[in-house]
């Protein structure tokens, strides 16, 4: 008995050791016996689980090292998509696809970049997926790269999306002996827009498509910080506020808004509901900052702004207001430190004005906000409404939006979805069959927050603790179930996860249900919640 076992464990381990080899061996083949038109193999190499995957490119602000979660096979493309522009391209092929589902998983970027997402990549090849990402068309998270290159400015408003997408499945399909069963898209802001893109233009890529903080309406999301950015001024201009004022603000935004929900936990179910009135920090006659810890009229004033809708030329709406309450990570940093910010500014310089001396400080008006709207190079906007194609194809999309994304106002999705509903005629009970929108809350900028806001979604794996989480319940594996077995969210389950431990969690309501607290037990217990009419 004793024997057997041992030749048994034996065999089985000199199988698997004959199966890596030959897996291996195929990997390295793939410089040779793979190609593809316009295609240079720049590497095709067996990765084995654990190990650190370095990108020493210089000169550029991505990422330079990822840790492999699976043993895999590694394929690096350059893919030409016109005489002056290329996208490098990554393919993640694990070893166990085959008996993972045969899923493939394209992922996205962020801001103007220009990085490979490599811990979406790897989490998705945890997962089994064969996974691909590409650099958006150039180097680094910086717009530089698009001053007088409209082909660079297309790559990224949408082509190196489809291109890297079409490669990588062509990749994938030649290198495991069975074809891809399902494809899915996953990505947040840019990424999230990308992924929209794609719901909007191409759907038939995709069977699940999940897209968080969509910069949807891409050139009111460049309005949007310049505006900003406008209205509080520099750091010691009247208007201007710093951190520990807009500190004081958001402590604010919680008094006066927090109970809305009938919980007291520092995070707003529905801040649609809540409308600051920060006259409350006004300083009376004599009082000061340094004394009272109030505002003068200047910065109430320019807090109203901040907390209001952007109205361009003629009256037109261009953006809604920020989320009334935001995180200081991407909130302050991004929106209202009094720091243009690098995303609205290398846009309106590089891709619009074609300018290296174009600055929002000197240069940012409701008329340059029309002429980017006027040129919306390439489709940039986003802002097809009807997704027709999507519904006939069968292609499910997932759109979920942190509600204190200091960066891209949820109230930008919350509108792109209505504005679906009324432009394809279909009321909510008719868009869920295809098309279902999460607000989060207690969730920043695509990660972070002081809620549930861990969804195991795009961007969400680098903070400590994430890989611990069962994924089982993730809005990737949520998709998959959706798509394979027909079984559609009606919720989102996120976790609380603070400084590497989960401390509670909440499954978040589909829009437009809202998330309801029952009124008894724990607010950080799921069963204490349900959703219920607005
Ligand atoms: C790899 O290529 C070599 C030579 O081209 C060939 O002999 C071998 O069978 C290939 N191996 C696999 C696993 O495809
Ligand atoms: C991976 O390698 C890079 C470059 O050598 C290094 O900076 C980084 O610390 C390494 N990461 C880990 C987790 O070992
Ligand atoms: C990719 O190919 C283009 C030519 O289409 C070339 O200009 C570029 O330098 C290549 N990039 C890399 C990283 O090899
Ligand atoms: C960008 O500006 C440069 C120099 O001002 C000019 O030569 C070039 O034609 C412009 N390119 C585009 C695409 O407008
Ligand atoms: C940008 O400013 C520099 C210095 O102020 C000037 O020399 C240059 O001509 C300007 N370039 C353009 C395109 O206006
Ligand atoms: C930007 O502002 C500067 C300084 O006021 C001005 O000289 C320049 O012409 C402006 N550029 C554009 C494109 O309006
Ligand atoms: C999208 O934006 C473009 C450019 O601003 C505009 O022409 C078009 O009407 C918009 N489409 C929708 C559906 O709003």
New binding site residues.
């Given amino acids: 008995m004793r024997l057997i076992t041992f030749t048994t464990v034996s065999l089985l381990l000199a199988a698997s050791a004959a199966g890596n080899a030959a897996f291996q061996q195929r990997c390295s083949n793939l410089s040779s016996s793979f190609s593809a038109a316009?295609t240079?193999i720049?590497l095709a190499d067996y990765v084995a689980k654990g190990t650190n995957i370095t990108f020493p490119?210089p000169g550029n602000n991505c990422p330079k090292f990822t840790i492999s979660l699976a043993d895999m096979c590694r394929l690096r493309l350059?893919?030409?998509t016109s005489?002056t522009?290329?996208v490098?391209v990554e393919v993640f092929m694990p070893e166990n696809w085959g008996s993972k589902g045969k899923r493939f998983l394209m992922t996205g970027n962020g801001g103007l970049g220009g990085c490979i997402q490599y811990n979406d990549m790897t989490y998705g090849t945890l997962l089994g997926f064969a996974v691909v990402g590409h650099d958006n068309g150039h180097a680094g998270d910086n717009g530089l790269p698009f001053l007088n290159k409209p082909q660079v400015v297309k790559d990224f408003a949408w082509r190196a999306l489809y291109k890297a997408g079409k490669i990588g499945k062509k990749a994938i399909n030649h290198f495991y002996p069975s074809s891809i069963r399902k494809s899915y898209y996953m990505g947040c802001s840019t990424g999230g827009r990308q992924g929209m893109k794609a719901a909007q233009e191409f759907p038939e890529e995709y069977d699940g498509i999940v897209a968080a903080a969509p910069s949807l309406d891409w050139n009111g999301v460049m309005a949007a910080p310049g505006h900003i950015f406008k209205a509080v001024g520099l750091p010691g201009s009247p208007t201007h506020l710093n951190l520990d004022q807009w500190n004081k603000v958001h402590q604010m935004v919680i008094r006066q808004c927090d109970g809305i929900d009938g919980v007291l936990d520092n995070v707003l179910e529905d801040p649609m509901k809540c409308e600051p009135r920060p006259e409350e920090l006004l300083c009376g006659p004599g009082q000061t900052w340094a004394s009272d810890q109030c505002l003068t009229s200047a910065q109430v004033a320019a807090v109203r702004k901040v907390y209001s809708p952007i109205y361009g030329n003629g009256g037109r709406l261009v953006h809604p207001r920020l989320n009334p309450l935001t995180r200081e990570f991407f909130g302050y940093r991004a929106s209202y430190g009094g720091v243009p910010s690098y995303i609205a500014e290398g846009w309106y310089r590089y891709a619009v004005f074609n300018d290296s001396n174009w600055s929002l400080h000197a240069n940012f008006s409701l008329d340059a906000v029309d002429y980017d709207y006027q040129k919306d190079l390439f489709g940039i906007g986003t802002n097809k409404t009807d997704l027709t194609d999507a519904k006939n194809k069968g292609t499910r999309i997932l759109m979920y939006h942190g509600l204190t994304d200091g960066l891209v106002t949820s109230e930008n999705s919350y509108r792109y979805y209505e504005d679906v509903s009324r432009d394809m005629g279909l009321p909510s009970s008719q868009l869920d069959e295809f098309y279902r929108f999460f607000p989060i809350s207690g969730l920043d900028h695509c990660y972070t927050g002081d809620g549930a806001w861990f969804v195991g979604g795009s961007v969400q794996y680098s903070p400590a603790g994430a890989l611990d989480i069962d994924p089982s319940d993730s809005v990737l594996m949520t998709m998959v179930k959706w798509v394979e077995q027909g079984i559609a969210p009606e919720t989102l389950m996120g976790r609380k996860l603070i400084g590497g431990t989960v401390q509670g969690a909440r499954a978040h309501c589909k829009h437009p249900l809202k998330t309801t607290y029952k009124g008894v037990g724990d607010p950080n217990l799921p069963s204490s919640w349900d959703c219920g009419a607005a």
């Fill in positions: 316009n240079d720049i490119e350059n893919v030409t005489s522009s290329s490098i």
